[in-house]
């Protein structure tokens, strides 16, 4: 089954056929704009800050961190599959 959506919540890793992804944190202080650490494990393990709207690539996926929902609180994040062809942008 192809995943084009992942939800991730605090504590909670979540393993697809395309690798492992887990939240480190999420960061809503007022004063810096909104950044979660994400971690996706699958050939090898690489670590990323993200920004809404950044992308990051998963084998030869690119993924973008499309919202996150209660931030300050029991946050939700989701992560989508960007469309093909579509270059990552943090390496």
């Known amino acids: 089954m192809t ?3 992942i939800c991730l919540t605090a504590g909670i890793q979540r393993n ?3 690798g492992s992804f887990g939240v480190i944190y999420v960061d809503a202080r007022a004063e810096t704009p909104l ?3 994400l971690v ?3 050939a090898e393990e690489n670590r990323y800050n993200l920004h809404l709207g950044d992308t990051f690539p998963v084998g030869e996926d690119t993924w973008y961190l ?3 929902e209660d931030p300050t609180g029991d946050w ?3 992560l989508s599959q960007a469309e093909q062809g579509e270059p990552a ?3």
């Open 76 to 78: 939700a994040v989701f």
């Open 40 to 42: 996706v494990s699958g």
């Open 89 to 91: 942008t943090t390496p």
């Open 3 to 5: 995943v084009s959506q």
């Open 66 to 68: 499309d919202r996150v």
């Open 35 to 37: 950044t979660v650490r």
């Open 16 to 18: 697809t056929d395309i």
